[in-house]
Nanobody, 121 residues
Framework: QVQLVEPGGGLVQPGGPLRLSCAAS????????MGWYRQAPGKQRELVAA???????NYADSVKGRFTIARDNAKNTVYLQMNSLKPEDTAVYYC???????????????WGQGTLVSVSS
């Protein structure tokens, strides 16, 4: 059983910072990609940022220059540092892991339970 646990989230003022973390637990050989998605009320879930095991990154245009994704492969953990937050960043943020290798021939995709980020004064 592989789980993604996401502490963090909460209420932050516009312009402020917030850091999310997500740790994968279970019997894991390796993880190919880790990333963050978000879903605002009435909108579809969208990719925020992703990072490969080789540390290549990809960001949504709306967060480039403000958000930074990083991972610790030894800890199977991914981080999202969010700076200069805007009200439109308000959403439930979901951690995602693709290519989670749990045996020689078995790979999974796993989602976290989501954490609410609210940006408001």
């Amino acid at each position: 059983q592989v789980q993604l646990v996401e502490p963090g989230g909460g209420l932050v003022q516009p312009g402020g910072p917030l850091r999310l973390s997500c740790a994968a637990s279970g019997s894991i050989f390796s993880i190919t990609d880790m990333g963050w998605y978000r879903q605002a009320p009435g909108k579809q879930r969208e990719l925020v940022a992703a990072i490969t095991s080789g540390i290549s990154t990809n960001y949504a245009d709306s967060v480039k220059g403000r958000f930074t994704i990083a991972r610790d492969n030894a800890k199977n953990t991914v981080y999202l540092q969010m700076n200069s937050l805007k009200p439109e960043d308000t959403a439930v943020y979901y951690c995602n892991a693709k290519g989670v290798r749990i045996s020689n021939y078995r790979y999974l995709e796993v989602w976290g339970q989501g954490t609410l980020v609210s940006v408001s004064s």
